[in-house]
């Protein structure tokens, strides 16, 4: 084979380009410390490496979070303190105070103490962290406590601030009023008031699986059910909604089994058309059934099925309340603090959120909301010290799960309150009686300060914890990207030698040419 020239300077041109690039990437290594900087480098270790990273970047957002929730907590913790004793001094005056040896005179002269004590105890429980007031609940950026004429209001909630204390784990951090004080204790309501299920008829919106058994939805599974046309298995898994559900058992039993409702409206009603008997049972150790209030025998060919507890939603019906029964559309008012919140039958004939705005934009000392159980309704009176009164001429309340009659809190500026009005009254048996309810509010108090240790504790391991598996993440992401300087600058002085031979060779031959063989 004949060699040209042209030949030998494009083979070293090259070569040489090659060894320049393996150069240009061991200085690129070498100034970043880092082999892997782009995923074109190495696609293997470069999708480990953007893991690596992301997990790091996560655990990095969990030990800031931490360390703030650790703030926020030891300002409380110290705000207890302050309170502790503001407290203890109240329950020694009332002690001294409710002796037969303490006169009139005495008692008036407390009274006045007792009144700066709430003052003081509620500049304590209006302190705050990084503007973050750390009694509000989730309204943090109002001051929580303020005293009124009627009393002392609160203008948090009883909500709570979960934060991230690693990638798989929440911790709350909130401190509401309700927990630490008592607040929002006057409150009414709360019955289940039993909204009915719908099976989509006529095109109509289905309830919805995520509804039922109090928001925790439905087990997926499949079950086999036995009538009179055979035997037949069904999937129950992914059920979208009630409708779902009744197209797949109807479907798989041809049409002879039909769903509907129980006479409550609030679960189900199979019934084999064909007479029965009518079996339904969970398979493979699942609970669809179970969980849709339907794994039960029929000889008669009717299987009632058990209530599926469907939470109240913001777009629920007043007219699906109670079963489907409604609710009485007489009207009721409520009375708290000198306000009266009237609702009235054009109020009744919406959505509960649609009542719930009703109530609540006349005024701020009371507010209506669903419950925790999202079930029913309740009022929540917002003053310290002042009863929540509810009257209906008919029996709206009642059907709104809401109780006729007077209720009184017991948080605790209500008590101090109390003790303050029982001394400047002379009255014994209330500054005693005062004792009590002053022992239950410092046993909240602690129980707080309990929980917030076991916080801090929590905070504390978690992160070590995290501290150390970020440790592990930084070495396994240094192992798929850093680079070894030792071994690049080994590598780096073999490619420039190999440059520099390549050129001095490359001298001698490519200049040749017949003319030096004449």
Known sequence: MRITNQMLVNTFLRDLNLNDEALLKI????????????????????????????????????????????????????????MELLIQ????????????????????????????????????????????FLFAGTNTGT???????????????????PIEISPASLLGVALPGSDV????????????????????????????????????GVSDGRVEITYSGGRVEVDLSSLRDLADLKQRIESATGGVVTVGYNAARNGLLLTDTGGGPLLVRDLAGGQAALS???????????????????????????TDLNGGAGVDTSGFTVTHAGVTYAIATADLTGSVQDLINAFNRQGDTAFMQMNSAGNGLEVVGRV?????????????????????????????????????????????????AAISRIDTSNDRLLDVRGRIGSRLQRLDDARSRITDEKTTVSELLSDLVDADVAELAVRFSERKNATEAALKVAAQILPLSLVDFL
Do not use: C
């Open 143 to 161: 001051a929580p406590y303020e005293r009124t004429a009627d009393g002392v209001i609160y203008r948090g909630n009883d909500g709570g601030i």
């Open 384 to 432: 310290s010290s002042q009863s929540l009164t509810v009257a209906t001429s008919g029996n709206t309340a009642g059907t709104l799960g809401i109780p006729v009659g007077t209720m009184q809190g017991d948080d605790l500026f209500a008590t101090l309150i109390a003790l303050r009005d029982a001394l400047a009254s002379n009255d014994s048996a209330g500054i005693r």
């Open 27 to 82: 200085q690129e290594a070498l100034a970043t410390g880092k082999i892997v900087s782009k995923p074109s480098d190495d696609p293997v270790n470069a999708t480990g490496a953007i893991g690596y990273e992301y997990l790091g970047k996560r655990l990095d957002i969990s030990l800031r979070n931490m360390e703030s929730a650790r703030s926020f907590l030891s300002t409380a913790e110290t705000s207890f303190d302050e």
């Open 181 to 216: 004080f008592g607040s929002l204790s006057t409150r009414v309501g709360g019955a289940d008031i039993d909204p009915a299920i719908y099976l989509g008829e006529a095109g109509g919106n289905a309830t919805a699986m995520s509804l039922l058994n109090g928001g925790n």
């Open 89 to 132: 001094d109240a329950r020694s005056i009332a002690v001294y105070q409710g002796s037969d040896t303490a006169g009139a005179e005495s008692r008036l002269a407390a009274a006045d103490v007792i009144n700066a004590k709430i003052d003081a105890i509620i500049e304590a429980a209006n302190q705050h962290f990084r503007n973050r």
């Open 292 to 318: 849709l209030g339907i794994r039960m025998d029929s000889m008669t060919g009717v299987v009632t099925g058990g209530d599926l507890d469907p939470v109240v939603t913001w777009l629920t019906r007043l």
